[in-house]
């Protein structure tokens, strides 16, 4: 039971690659291409206000472009042999940015937030609403309690893609709030176990849809200079989540009852949400999409200034996208056009759960201990720590680094991170600075996961899947994070029992190692690329 407890968290904690050739060839500026490519070479939680002000400050010089300055666009050319893209010495003159856009940002990260706090509130409130509702002796209730948030989100990543294509980003996003809402309000309120499974299977759906729609309309809406930024900020504020469902908790000890108050808290920024939605542009890629030209105009407008309205909607005209192309459906994501970009997006989110993030977190208080370090805050607060720096760093590498060298880079040290712990407990050699070095391979873990792994995948996926199938495929990519995360916390323990840890973490090293390779090979890098590049590139029209 605690391990499910956990291993949500756990994944909250990161909450959040390609296939194939590309001929070479030197491109010409009317005709940019890029594509995948095989190298000959193989390759959550306290977060502070604080660190958010600073992350933004690192991004100054990117977020200086939405306020007006100017910068240049980086084009880029197709290589033969890894697939990358990189920068290429023409430049264009961009028309002057007059809009912002970090006031809709910010609304749409309270899903980030909300999806943070439904994760963990649950596990200092589980005790005591367990004493509260008779199922203390009841561990499988309580499993239930936990588990059936994961359940709900599997079942809301898959429905965000269909109600963000059917009825747009924003209208989805308010949609989204119903659930979110009124399962806060029905755990608030239960006065019997059944009540809070539904509310909390409520509040899971609604997470599984900000799962899928905040990366998503993040990356719509932001500009290309300084989207890997802001799309990293997603995950600060999933960070802050967590950590607000950390401090609720505080007064449980000296009132029992406060559990009901820690779920109610959760529909203030759920009705925030649905009323800053109200007053936020919709995606200009999505209403293009739907042949909406004149309010794609209007958004582009809000969203960027009067002077960007030629220069994007030509760069959307030129996309090859418009809206003679029919809405994708389910069946076409697995089309020989699509296959090869989906695939990645779903071994993105798979080698990121099986690489080890619960199992880490699980274990990390445990680890403590035998470093002396008792405290269960002060462990939390040291993983915290450590996934907030990492995710801090990570965001001013973003479009500086790349994706994919951020993403190989975080595997590396993962692998690296997992051989040091199962090391410290089987080599007897090391036996006197075991637990000195299981903290620190602890540690170094969840910094490298931060820098690339947890959220580099959420940011990549809306950038390289084309607009019709931008929405459905995120939510099957994200339905397979969900899947996998519930199929490890339903089983780590067993095969923990079975094989002992120190194997498993030998094995998560290999996890890691295995998607180096896979990443070397197959992930594109999208930085400096509007998502209308990298769309003519990966997904042409036919």
Excluded at 10 to 23: D, H, K, L, P
Excluded at 117 to 128: D, F, Q, R, S, T
Excluded at 188 to 199: D, F, K, L, R, Y
Excluded at 463 to 486: D, P, Q, T, Y
Aim: aromatic share 8%; proline share 3%; net charge positive.
């Amino acid at each position: 039971m605690q391990a499910l407890t956990i291993s949500a968290e756990a994944t909250s904690v990161g909450c959040r690659f390609r296939g194939g050739r590309v001929s070479s060839g030197v491109e010409t500026l009317g005709k940019r291409s890029l594509g995948f490519g095989r190298s000959s070479m193989p390759g959550r939680n306290i977060c502070c206000s604080q660190r958010l002000g600073l992350e933004f400050a690192r991004a100054r010089s990117g977020v200086e472009l939405v306020f007006g300055s100017r910068a240049k666009s980086r084009w880029v050319r197709a290589q033969s042999f890894d697939g990358d893209l990189e920068d290429d010495s023409s430049t264009k003159l961009q028309t002057k940015s007059s809009g912002t856009v970090l006031p809709y940002v910010g609304i749409a990260c309270l899903g980030a937030i909300l999806f943070g706090y439904h994760l963990g509130v649950v596990n200092g409130a589980l005790e005591y609403l367990a004493r509260d509702l008779g199922i203390t002796e009841n561990t499988v209730l309580q499993g239930w309690v936990v588990s059936t948030a994961l359940a709900g989100a599997t079942v809301g990543s898959f429905t965000g893609g269909s109600l963000a294509d059917k009825f747009g980003r924003t209208r989805t996003f308010q949609l989204d709030a119903i659930p979110l809402a009124v399962g806060a309000l029905l755990c608030a309120t239960a006065q019997n176990v059944q009540t809070m499974i539904i509310g909390r299977l409520l509040c899971g759906i609604g997470i599984g849809i900000s799962s899928a729609i905040v990366p998503l309309y993040i990356s719509e809406i932001s500009p290309t200079e300084i989207r890997g930024a802001l799309g990293s900020v997603n995950q600060l504020f999933i960070c802050i989540g967590i950590l607000a469902a950390l401090v609720s908790g505080l007064p449980l000890a000296g009132n029992p009852l406060w559990w009901r108050t820690m779920f109610a808290i959760a529909v203030v920024p759920s009705v925030l949400m649905a009323l800053g939605m109200s007053i936020s542009p919709e995606s200009p890629r999505w209403l293009f999409q739907q042949g909406k030209i004149s309010q794609a105009e209007t958004s582009i407008r809000s969203l960027y200034g009067k002077g960007k309205v030629a220069e994007v909607m030509n760069d959307l005209s030129t996309s090859g996208q418009s809206s003679t192309e029919q809405d994708a459906g389910w069946f076409d994501l697995f089309s020989k056009r699509y296959r090869k970009v989906v695939g990645v997006g779903a071994a993105l989110f798979l080698f990121q759960q099986l690489a080890g993030i619960n199992a880490v977190v699980y274990y990390s208080t445990a680890v403590f201990r035998s470093a002396g370090i008792a405290s269960d805050v002060a462990a939390s607060a040291l993983v915290g720590a450590s996934n907030v720096f990492g995710t801090a760093v990570a965001s001013s590498l973003m479009d500086r680094q790349g994706r994919k060298s951020l993403l190989i880079t975080s595997f590396t040290g993962m692998a690296a991170s997992m051989l040091l712990l199962s090391l410290s407990f089987t080599w007897k050699v090391l036996t006197p600075y075991s637990g000195t070095l299981a903290v620190l391979g602890t540690v170094l873990y969840v910094l490298s996961f931060s820098l690339g792994a947890g959220p580099v995948p959420a940011l990549l996926l809306p950038e390289i899947f084309a607009s019709r199938i931008r929405a459905k495929a995120v939510a099957l990519s994200l339905g397979m994070h969900w899947i996998s995360n519930f199929v490890i916390g339903l089983y780590f323990l067993s095969v923990v029992n079975k094989f002992g840890i120190s194997t498993v973490y030998l094995g998560f090293s290999t996890v890691c190692l295995l998607a180096v390779m896979y990443i070397t090979g197959n992930v594109v890098e999208t930085k400096g690329r509007s998502l209308e590049e990298i769309e003519r590139a990966l997904s042409p029209a036919t």
